[in-house]
């Protein structure tokens, strides 16, 4: 098994409708997999035909999401974001 | 200056809440022509889930805490339809105004 692809979740906060929740901004995970290409929400969202966008499933685990205040630090919490959200670690 | 930090109100994840409260409710006839509704609409691509979700989010939290969740979703459903062209106002006022002579039951409301 290759070693996991770590990414950082954008921090970027433009108003309007985004899929990417924002207490996952800034956070870092691993690549589960690779969902494909959809259309981008952010364009559909406004009638708009949207680019298709390569959607990963990301990993997290609790530590890394909710600090001191997670209850169970190993646990982990997957979350499906567009790659233009996404940064290389 | 303001110390907004740019995130939505919708957005509430990790927000301080109380427990989850889950409970079991029917819907109305109404509820379930709505949703029947967005379907309709989305198979015809007259607009999509997104479409739904950020008219929804533009309502802002006020609305949220006084309405239910079909009566945002119908409203969304209409806002994103005139958006969409599908109709224009004036021809769901008088579609509106048709409708109500027909009386107030889903029965006499049928009956055309």
Request: net charge negative; charged share 25%; glycine share 10%.
């Amino acid at each position: 098994m290759s070693d996991p692809t770590f990414v950082r979740v954008k921090t970027m906060m433009p108003p309007g409708h985004i899929r990417t929740p924002a207490y996952l901004r800034g956070k870092t995970g691993w690549i589960e997999r690779k969902l494909g290409p959809f259309g981008n929400p952010e364009q559909q969202a406004y009638g708009l035909p949207g680019d298709l966008l390569t959607l990963y499933r990301v990993r997290f685990t609790m530590a890394e999401v909710w600090g001191d205040q997670a209850e169970r630090p190993q646990d982990t919490l997957d979350a499906e974001i567009y790659e233009h959200w996404l940064e290389p670690v | 200056m303001t110390d907004f930090d740019g995130k939505r109100w919708h957005d509430m994840g990790g927000d301080t809440a109380g427990p989850v409260r889950p409970s079991e409710h029917d819907f109305a006839l109404w509820e379930k022509r709505v949703d029947a509704l967005m379907v309709l609409c989305s198979t015809k691509g007259l607009f999509t889930v997104d479409g739904l979700r950020r008219a929804i989010e533009d309502m802002g939290p006020d609305v949220f805490e006084n309405t239910t969740y079909y009566d945002r979703w119908i409203a969304s459903i209409n806002q994103n339809l005139i958006e969409a062209g599908t109709y224009t106002l004036g021809e769901l006022g008088a579609k509106m105004d048709a409708v109500a002579k027909r009386g107030a039951t889903y029965g006499e409301a049928a009956s055309e």
